[in-house]
């Protein structure tokens, strides 16, 4: 199983980045994905999440209207658009798959938005 992210990366303020996480190794249209962040000092916290079909988005209030999850099962990827990015944001983004017990991580993408 592996789930690589990509696309991070240093950003100004008000900039945008589009994270990828590309998955193989287990049945990706039957997980649930989601974006997971945690910065310096803090809990890992869920960003976003969209259940197996795409059909079903959830995100953080701290991110709602500025970030989009969605994913492509053909090319068993996930996405996570950023846009309007503050200094807050800076963290490390983790790409997570999950179905029932199965639980999966991806090593993670620095995001630093910063002037």
């Known amino acids: 199983v592996q789930l690589v992210e990509s696309g991070g990366g240093l950003v100004q303020p008000g900039g945008s980045l589009r994270l990828s996480c590309a998955a193989s190794?287990?049945?990706?249209?039957?997980?649930?994905m989601s974006w997971y962040r945690q910065a310096p000092g803090k809990e890992r916290e869920l960003v976003a999440l969209?259940?197996?079909?795409?059909?079903?988005?959830n995100y953080a209030n701290s991110v709602k209207g500025r970030f989009t999850i969605s994913r492509d099962n053909a090319k068993n990827t996930v996405y996570l658009q950023m846009n309007s990015l503050k200094p807050e944001d800076t963290a490390v983004y983790y790409c997570n798959a999950r179905r029932f017990s199965n639980d999966y991580w991806g090593q993670g993408t620095q995001v630093t938005v910063s002037s």
């Open positions: 969209i259940n197996s079909v795409g059909g079903f988005t």
């Open positions: 190794g287990f049945t990706f249209s039957s997980y649930h």
